[in-house]
């Protein structure tokens, strides 16, 4: 049985399974590496001084964002003409009622997904905490145009970056040479390894699958940028707008 799955996922291109998702990940990584270090520099040398920490996190982050997507999807288009279309990424046409509905569906679908991965995983890792906080790269707002910044910056950069990168982009790929259901799985593995901290690496595992599936059943990423938006959007909520409410339900 695993003889013929290895054999039909070689014939079917499944080292595209490694090569995409290094790919993607090393480009991540790469960008925030090299803005870090500049936006270091530029720090040391006086450049940055004055500069609200909440602007700051706003332009750290469209540049990281934008410039992985260049680097992921221009640079194989420059050397080998590796060409990524509108479509290949779902983004062919403009958004549905269909689409508009599809996404708090999935919201739901997600938020039980999401509940029984974190309570299999409270009860079999010890070292699994639920109430780790993810950093963000906004603390202490406190204008009215520093919540604006986040805002756009967590749920609709954020987002819609993603969504193109991950299952746009990736899964777009990985499901031209793969089982649907690896391509899933190696999708969300790899969403959750980018969000750091384990609760949220689970949480947005969860998240990641049904946004694939999203991806999937409306051939149009659109629904899963909404989903995306969301979620980010209740989060954005609960952390900065109403963050007594997080230790109310937390009991």
Same mark, same amino acid.
């Given at each position: 049985?695993?003889?013929?799955?290895?054999?039909?996922?070689?014939?079917?291109?499944?080292?595209?399974?490694?090569?995409? &998702? !290094?790919?993607?990940?090393?480009? #991540?990584?790469?960008?925030? !590496?090299?803005?870090?270090?500049?936006?270091?520099?530029?720090?040391?040398?006086?450049?940055?001084?004055?500069?609200?920490?909440?602007?700051?996190?706003?332009?750290?982050?469209?540049?990281?964002?934008?410039?992985?997507?260049?680097?992921?999807?221009?640079?194989?288009?420059?050397?080998?003409?590796?060409?990524?279309?509108?479509?290949?990424?779902?983004?062919?046409?403009?958004?549905?009622?269909?689409?508009?509905?599809?996404? &708090?569906?999935?919201?739901? +679908?997600?938020?039980?997904?999401?509940?029984?991965?974190?309570?299999?995983?409270?009860?079999? #890792?010890?070292?699994?905490?639920?109430?780790?906080?993810?950093?963000? $790269?906004?603390?202490?707002?406190?204008?009215?145009?520093?919540? %604006?910044?986040?805002? !756009?910056?967590?749920?609709?950069?954020? &987002?819609?970056?993603?969504?193109? %990168?991950?299952? $746009?982009?990736?899964?777009?790929?990985?499901?031209?040479?793969?089982?649907?259901?690896?391509?899933?799985?190696?999708?969300?593995?790899? #969403?959750?390894?980018?969000?750091?901290?384990?609760?949220?690496?689970?949480?947005?595992?969860?998240?990641?699958? +049904?946004?694939?599936?999203?991806?999937?059943?409306?051939?149009?990423?659109?629904?899963?940028?909404?989903?995306?938006?969301?979620?980010?959007?209740?989060? #954005?909520?609960?952390?900065?707008?109403? &963050?007594? %409410?997080?230790?109310?339900?937390?009991?």
């Amino acid at each position: 049985m695993w003889q013929n799955f290895s054999n039909k996922f070689i014939e079917r291109k499944g080292w595209m399974g490694i090569v995409l &998702p !290094v790919w993607v990940i090393a480009s #991540f990584i790469l960008v925030q !590496v090299v803005v870090s270090l500049l936006f270091i520099l530029a720090d040391n040398l006086g450049l940055l001084g004055g500069i609200n920490p909440a602007i700051l996190s706003t332009v750290t982050g469209a540049v990281v964002y934008t410039l992985t997507l260049l680097m992921v999807i221009g640079l194989p288009m420059l050397v080998k003409n590796y060409r990524t279309t509108k479509k290949d990424v779902g983004l062919e046409k403009l958004p549905t009622w269909i689409d508009l509905l599809l996404a &708090p569906a999935g919201f739901l +679908v997600y938020i039980f997904l999401s509940a029984i991965l974190i309570l299999l995983a409270t009860q079999f #890792f010890t070292f699994f905490d639920a109430d780790q906080v993810q950093d963000t $790269g906004f603390n202490q707002l406190g204008q009215g145009y520093e919540y %604006l910044l986040a805002f !756009v910056t967590l749920v609709i950069i954020a &987002p819609v970056a993603e969504e193109i %990168l991950f299952r $746009g982009y990736l899964f777009g790929k990985l499901m031209k040479h793969m089982p649907i259901w690896v391509a899933i799985l190696i999708t969300s593995a790899l #969403f959750g390894l980018a969000h750091g901290a384990w609760n949220v690496g689970i949480d947005v595992f969860a998240l990641s699958i +049904v946004l694939c599936l999203l991806r999937l059943t409306s051939k149009s990423l659109w629904p899963a940028i909404l989903l995306h938006m969301m979620k980010n959007g209740l989060a #954005f909520y609960l952390l900065f707008i109403n &963050p007594t %409410l997080l230790s109310t339900l937390g009991g």
